[in-house]
């Protein structure tokens, strides 16, 4: 603060014309992340498939899907800037289709919020034709511009990516469980980031918005839509699933803000689930130790069996009498040879040894 008077006035008290006083200065600012899936739940049937990787029109890939964000400035203090980070489940871990990309993502307000998706390629690569079923809710024109990054990018390219693909899909799957159990968006601290994660290497599809002033209560809304890609639910077997997308808001940029100001990210997921009708083609696999345990089964009840028929005296019965002869030839000694008998009144005995008491009649 300076002062001054049209009076002469002394060279050496000037100094005393000039105080410098320190106010105070206190910036409070809050981002509010939410999300919605429409629809909530899809329901497929797994004894239609759909014509996969031979579709012309999209329709034939399977359901529609729209995961819609709205970012919003809670105040008091205005916004020049924040980031939208959205991460689109485009395969599954493997590579299969899950969640194709039919356009650029769907911004409110050109004015306010520009996306561009990383992954280009991306965004309908079976060159399939669109057909217009999906009214966008948020706005009438698709964005697809390439930005230009700020000094604050180019620090965060410094970062430390994660080092691969298993890595990042871990850290997915724990932050959407943190989501979950929280059942809102949360405050994020993790090292899941717009400079961080490479979806080239995770099987995901990276959407960056970059969002300019936001007075107190404003807000903004990006939607991504897609289709369910049936084939692979059917092929995968993944039944009564819940497929998510998630985003990461953060604010960039305050009026007046210290060089160190970093209020926390927020973090939230949209979710999808995905229920099948009908029954289940083909047998499911059964487990190794159903076999083995219908196999004791079976012995048991064998041994069992032969226990009882011991007991019942089954392997004690009598067998047929055996009956001897003495056979006299030329008159000479005797010699005693043994024959056995099917039966006492219809055996059987050579000529020189028949017996009719013996033997019954002949034949």
């Known amino acids: 603060m300076h002062a001054n008077s049209t009076n002469s006035e002394d060279s050496k008290t000037l100094r005393n014309n000039e105080v410098e006083l320190s106010i105070p200065l206190e910036i409070k600012t809050q981002l509010s992340l939410t999300g919605r899936s429409t629809p909530e739940q899809v329901d497929y049937s797994v004894k239609n498939r759909s014509a996969g990787e031979a579709s012309i029109f999209d329709s034939e890939i399977g359901p529609l899907v729209s995961h819609m964000y709205q970012v919003t400035n809670r105040g008091p203090s205005a916004l020049n800037g924040a980031t939208l980070d959205i991460f689109w489940p485009s395969f599954t871990d493997n590579g299969a289709n899950l969640l194709y990309l039919i356009d650029n993502p769907y911004v409110s307000d050109t004015r306010k919020v520009k996306c561009r998706v990383k992954q280009n390629k991306n965004i309908n690569p079976g060159s399939l034709t669109i057909a217009n079923e999906h009214v966008p809710a948020v706005s009438s024109q698709s964005l697809f511009k390439r930005l230009r990054r700020s000094a604050e990018d180019e620090l965060d390219r410094q970062a430390k990516p994660l080092s691969g693909g298993d890595q ?24 899941l980031s717009r400079a961080t994660v490479n979806c080239d290497n995770a099987d995901c599809t990276h959407i960056e918005c970059e969002i300019k002033e936001l007075k107190e209560d404003e807000y903004v809304l990006v939607e991504v839509i897609g ?74 009840i ?43 009144n219809t055996g059987y005995a050579p000529p020189s040894v028949y017996s009719p008491d013996r033997h019954g009649a002949r034949l």
Request: glycine residues 8%; proline residues 6%.
């Open 227 to 300: 289709r369910l890609w049936v084939n692979t639910l059917i092929d995968k077997a993944y039944f009564d699933a819940d497929i998510s997308s998630l985003a990461i808001a953060k604010v960039s940029s305050v009026p007046f803000a210290p060089k160190d100001f970093d209020p926390p990210s927020q973090m939230a997921i949209v979710t999808t689930n995905v229920n099948p009708t009908g029954d289940i083609e083909g047998p499911r696999s059964v487990p190794w130790w159903l076999w083995l345990l219908a196999i004791l089964i079976g012995i048991a």
């Open 168 to 191: 990042t899909r871990n850290e997915f799957k724990n932050a959407v469980k943190q989501v979950k159990a929280a059942g809102k968006a949360i405050e994020y601290t993790g090292s």
């Open 302 to 344: 064998l041994l069992l069996l032969i226990l009882c028929l011991w007991k019942c005296g089954f392997f004690k019965r009598n067998r047929p009498p055996a009956e001897s002869a003495r056979l006299n030839k030329g008159g000479g000694e005797a010699v005693t040879e043994h024959f056995a008998y099917s039966g006492v």
